[in-house]
Structure formats: structure tokens, C-alpha cells
């Protein structure tokens, strides 16, 4: 089974990235890759510029690797209550080749943040959109307060009742 995962931030030092990576290794029997969102990146998207180049390759190539999914591990970054810039471009240049941009794969949708609401309010927009451009949302989590909740060394949630709670939702919906 195979299991793409991502944080929605092109930081080097993504808290969300970090904890798709987490998650997406406690599904068992995945194989797990982990997408860099920098390795996406793209002119800001408008339609001027894509009368001009067409369909960016790089858009194409984000849609092939959510295809060879089986299940998404999503986990994005709260930037001023919404989407991170960097998310959200690649986003708008996917959704103009497919609307389905995640393809009806199953999806575990998290997000995290230094503070205590833990991406509440871009979990809560992502929640209510993303199943409208295919994704098939199963289960959704948010870590708050990341710095005080997850181990950097051991690169896991270290607070065991939010643990808890990710390992039961996976073992439940994966």
C-alpha cells in the first residue's frame, strides 16, 4: 500500500511535515514517501501566465504522485488563519488540469502550529473544501502547542493522549 505524505509549508524545518511523516509511518503495511512541496514549486499562479505556458509540468507532476497513492497523509501549515502560500499555489495550478486534484483517494487531514488551536482554522477550511476538488477526507487531527506536544529527537508526538488519539484514528480509518 502506498502512502504519499506532505505538510502544506515549503519551510526546510516544516512542524507539519514532520508530522504527516509521524503518521503516515503508523499505517501499517505502507510504503511511505514523503513529498517536499519545494520540489513543486511554481510561478504564482495566474491565468495570464498560463495562457502563456500552458499547464505547468511541475502541477502535472504533483497530480502523477498523488495518483500513485493508495492513501494521503495530509498535514498543512496555518499561515494568517488560511492555506500557506506555498500549498496553495501548487493547489490552484493543479486544480486547473484536473478538479480532482486528489483523485478520491482516502485522506488523513491534520494540521499542527506552535500555538494551542493547532491549525484549527485551516483545518476547518480545508475540511469543508477539499472534498469538493476529490479529496476523500477519512479521519482529521490537529496537534496543538507542536513544540510542546512533539519530540524532535525521536521525531514523534510526545504528549501520549494526543498519540493516542492519532494511533486510534489511523487504526480505525487505515
Not at 8 to 15: A, F, L, M
Not at 42 to 68: N, W
Not at 162 to 174: G, N
Request: aromatic share 8%; net charge negative.
Amino acid at each position: 500500500m502506498k502512502i504519499i505524505a506532505f505538510g502544506g509549508s515549503n519551510s526546510q524545518q516544516s512542524i507539519n511535515k514532520k508530522l504527516a511523516t509521524y503518521a503516515a509511518g503508523l499505517i501499517e503495511n505502507g510504503e511511505v514517501e514523503v513529498l517536499d512541496l519545494n520540489d513543486f514549486a511554481m510561478p504564482l499562479f495566474s491565468v495570464d501566465l498560463e495562457k502563456e505556458i500552458g499547464q505547468h509540468e511541475k502541477a502535472k507532476a504533483f497530480l502523477a504522485k498523488l495518483a500513485s497513492a493508495d492513501i494521503l497523509v495530509v498535514s498543512l501549515a496555518e499561515n494568517n488563519n488560511n492555506y500557506s502560500t506555498a500549498f496553495k499555489n501548487i493547489f490552484d495550478w493543479s486544480s486547473r488540469i484536473t478538479k480532482e486534484v486528489f483523485q478520491q483517494k482516502p485522506m488523513l487531514l491534520m494540521a499542527t502550529s506552535p500555538g494551542t488551536r493547532g491549525g484549527a482554522s485551516v483545518l476547518e477550511i480545508a475540511r469543508n473544501a477539499l472534498p469538493r476538488y476529490g479529496a476523500e477526507i477519512k479521519a482529521t487531527f490537529s496537534l496543538p502547542a507542536f513544540n510542546a506536544n512533539f519530540d524532535l529527537e525521536k521525531n514523534q508526538i510526545s504528549n501520549a493522549e494526543l498519540d493516542k488519539e492519532l494511533k486510534d484514528i489511523i487504526k480505525d480509518c487505515f
